[in-house]
């Protein structure tokens, strides 16, 4: 009987990128959330129900791979979260809201935090490209100010459409194990 391996990624991202989205696109069963009433005025404006804790996702690739899907909540309030689901992760998406350029600050802390803390492949998926004003991964790559030296790669999708869900994954798994070998 083979051992299944399990490889356990990241999804984090500002408030309202696609974090759950993302995960509920993709994940083979139903996703464990941890939604509750968003409290905020500014961000009920944005949306009603925001992560608190983590939503959780599960993919089976193969006969011998598992990747188990972990989503962070936005708000740097929740961001001892960000550390405790940060550890044993292979990899990281930082998904950014590409029409909401007032995000893309917050974006960039939250990149460096997971960079500083936790030395695996990083990959931005430059969210609702679908949808008019996105700006591109090019400008968005600009507006973060990846460096080459960081190699980080903007990645468009649209949260919603499940095989450009899994394009992101499959670029991050292709750099995880390039990364390992």
Same mark, same amino acid.
């Given at each position: @009987?083979?051992? /299944?391996k399990?490889?356990?990624?990241?999804?984090? +991202?500002? $408030? %309202?990128?696609?974090? *759950?989205?993302?995960i509920?696109?993709?994940?083979?069963?139903?996703?464990?959330? *941890?939604?509750?009433?968003?409290?905020?005025?500014?961000?009920?404006?944005?949306?009603?129900?925001?992560?608190?804790? @983590?939503?959780f996702g599960?993919?089976?690739?193969?006969?011998?791979?598992?990747? #188990? !899907? $972990?989503g962070?909540p936005?708000?740097?309030?929740f961001?001892? @979260? &960000?550390?405790?689901? +940060?550890? +044993?992760? =292979?990899g990281?998406?930082?998904?950014?809201?590409?029409?909401?350029?007032?995000?893309?600050?917050? %974006?960039?802390?939250?990149?460096?935090? $997971?960079?500083?803390?936790?030395?695996?492949?990083?990959v931005?998926g430059?969210?609702?490209?679908?949808?008019?004003?996105? &700006?591109?991964?090019?400008d /968005?790559?600009? %507006? !973060?100010?990846?460096?080459?030296?960081?190699?980080?790669?903007?990645i468009? =999708?649209?949260?919603?459409?499940k095989?450009?869900v899994k394009?992101? =994954?499959?670029?991050?798994?292709e /750099?995880?194990?390039? #990364? /390992?070998s």
């Amino acid at each position: @009987m083979k051992t /299944i391996k399990k490889i356990k990624i990241v999804v984090a +991202g500002p $408030f %309202a990128a696609g974090k *759950t989205q993302f995960i509920n696109t993709v994940s083979e069963i139903k996703t464990v959330a *941890t939604e509750r009433k968003t409290t905020l005025d500014k961000e009920k404006d944005v949306k009603h129900q925001t992560t608190v804790a @983590m939503d959780f996702g599960k993919i089976r690739i193969d006969d011998e791979h598992e990747l #188990y !899907l $972990f989503g962070t909540p936005g708000q740097s309030r929740f961001d001892f @979260m &960000w550390e405790i689901l +940060g550890e +044993g992760a =292979l990899g990281i998406i930082i998904l950014v809201d590409s029409t909401d350029p007032k995000t893309f600050h917050e %974006a960039r802390k939250i990149i460096n935090f $997971f960079h500083s803390r936790f030395p695996v492949p990083i990959v931005v998926g430059a969210n609702k490209q679908d949808l008019p004003n996105a &700006w591109s991964p090019e400008d /968005i790559s600009f %507006a !973060l100010d990846i460096t080459d030296e960081e190699d980080i790669p903007v990645i468009p =999708l649209s949260a919603k459409n499940k095989e450009e869900v899994k394009d992101v =994954l499959l670029k991050l798994l292709e /750099i995880i194990r390039e #990364y /390992i070998s």
